[in-house]
Structures are given as structure tokens and as C-alpha cells.
T-cell receptor, first 115, second 115 residues
Framework: SAVISQKPSRDICQRGTSLTIQCQVD?????MFWYRQQPGQSLTLIATANQGSEATYESGFVIDKFPISRPNLTFSTLTVSNLSPEDSSIYLC????????????FGEGSRLTVL | LAKTTQPISMDSYEGQEVNITCSHNNIATNDYITWYQQFPSQGPRFIIQ???TKVTNEVASLFIPADRKSSTLSLPRVSLSDTAVYYC????????????????FGQGTILTVHP
């Protein structure tokens, strides 16, 4: 099973600044996914990050607000830009183990609080 | 993407069997049904996955009727540590599928196990 590590685990940021979240996987994976979980809510897919190509964003999420990098098969970053209190959430990185199992492995998440 | 409907919350007592049913009327031919468990401050964790009929592993069973429009997660003899949010997801787990990896999380079921 894939092991996913995220940094930072939590952070408190000021309005208008940006936060970059790092996600490291212990094995090479084709696709990585970024989810957001707002307080008391379920998870919402932000984007899919493939190595060597632009990330694919879901409806309601745009690259200017959530730029994503995927420099290699084990690493990805998500930046949350121009922060506002509404961005206070847990951001989770995940990958799908194998090609056909459908099992997503999640990191512990990065809890962001925007003041 | 197929939408899922689950009870918002359930209560049980230690030692009882818990059955959580999920409706997914618009499930597609290539979609699998996957259940995840999430504890506070942690990422979701895979429980079980199935396509049709019955699947059993060391922690749970998954019952899927022939029409696949619903599924039931069965947790035998729950303990206090099973108190968590349980998510039912449907999606294409095969690489190359149009919705590969894009698993949509519903609101989940908050299961509370009482002593």
C-alpha cells in the first residue's frame, strides 16, 4: 500500500497570503489527486495531477487559485493562493493504488486556518 | 458521476451488527462501489470494494443486489473504535475510464457506537 506524507500538517495563515502544501508518495504513481474537506463537510475533489502535464481541475476550482505542480512520479504540490477565511479547510493528497483496484490512499491532510 | 445517498447518522451499541445502506440509482456499468472510513483529523481509509453480489474481508462485508442500485456495508460486532464517518463511493476504477480516480464523496454516515 502507498504511504503518503503531507507537509505542513497544519498552518495558520493571514488573509491574502499563499500556502503551498507538499505531498510525497513512497512509490511512483501515475495520478495524484487533491481533495478539500471544509469543516464538518465531506471531501471535494479539487484536481487531478498527472506527471508531465497540466493538472485537470474540477468545476469550481481554477488554476489561478489552486496551482498544482507534479514534477515527478512521487511528488506534488498544491498552492492555495490569495487566502481568505473561506479557504480554511483540510487539504488532502491521495493516489490510487495500482491500475485497477480503485483504492485511494490518503495522507493525514494539511489543516489550514486563515485569519 | 453517480451520486450516492446515505443516512446522515446511525447509532449502535458495542457488539451489535451495523448495516449501512447506500443508494446509487445512476451507477454506470463500469462503476465499482467502494466504502471508506474516516476518523477525526485523519484521511479516509479504504474498507471494502465490490462490483456485484457479496464481498467479504477481515473487517466488513459488502452486499450488492443484482440491479446494483444500492449497496449495504455490514460491520459485524462493532466496538467503540468503529465510531467514525463512513462514505459510500461509486466510480470507475479502471485506468482509462472516463471517471477514473474521480471518486465523488457524498455526505457520509456518522456512526456512533455506544457502550
Amino acid at each position: 500500500s502507498a504511504v503518503i506524507s503531507q507537509k505542513p500538517s497544519r498552518d495558520i495563515c493571514q488573509r491574502g497570503t499563499s500556502l503551498t502544501i507538499q505531498c510525497q508518495v513512497d512509490s511512483q504513481v501515475t495520478m495524484m489527486f487533491w481533495y478539500r474537506q471544509q469543516p464538518g463537510q465531506s471531501l471535494t475533489l479539487i484536481a487531478t495531477a498527472n506527471q508531465g502535464s497540466e493538472a485537470t481541475y474540477e468545476s469550481g476550482f481554477v488554476i489561478d487559485k489552486f496551482p498544482i505542480s507534479r514534477p515527478n512520479l512521487t511528488f506534488s504540490t498544491l498552492t492555495v493562493s490569495n487566502l481568505s477565511p473561506e479557504d480554511s479547510s483540510i487539504y488532502l493528497c491521495t493516489t490510487q493504488q495500482g491500475e485497477n483496484t480503485g483504492e485511494l490512499f490518503f495522507g493525514e491532510g494539511s489543516r489550514l486556518t486563515v485569519l | 458521476l453517480a451520486k450516492t445517498t446515505q443516512p446522515i447518522s446511525m447509532d449502535s451499541y458495542e457488539g451489535q451488527e451495523v448495516n449501512i445502506t447506500c443508494s446509487h440509482n445512476n451507477i454506470a456499468t463500469n462503476d465499482y462501489i467502494t466504502w471508506y472510513q474516516q476518523f477525526p483529523s485523519q484521511g479516509p481509509r479504504f474498507i471494502i470494494q465490490g462490483y456485484k453480489t457479496k464481498v467479504t474481508n477481515e473487517v466488513a462485508s459488502l452486499f450488492i443486489p443484482a440491479d446494483r442500485k444500492s449497496s449495504t456495508l455490514s460491520l459485524p460486532r462493532v466496538s467503540l473504535s468503529d465510531t467514525a464517518v463512513y462514505y459510500c463511493l461509486v466510480g470507475d476504477v479502471n485506468a482509462g475510464g472516463t471517471s477514473y480516480g474521480k471518486l465523488t464523496f457524498g455526505q457520509g454516515t456518522i456512526l456512533t457506537v455506544h457502550p
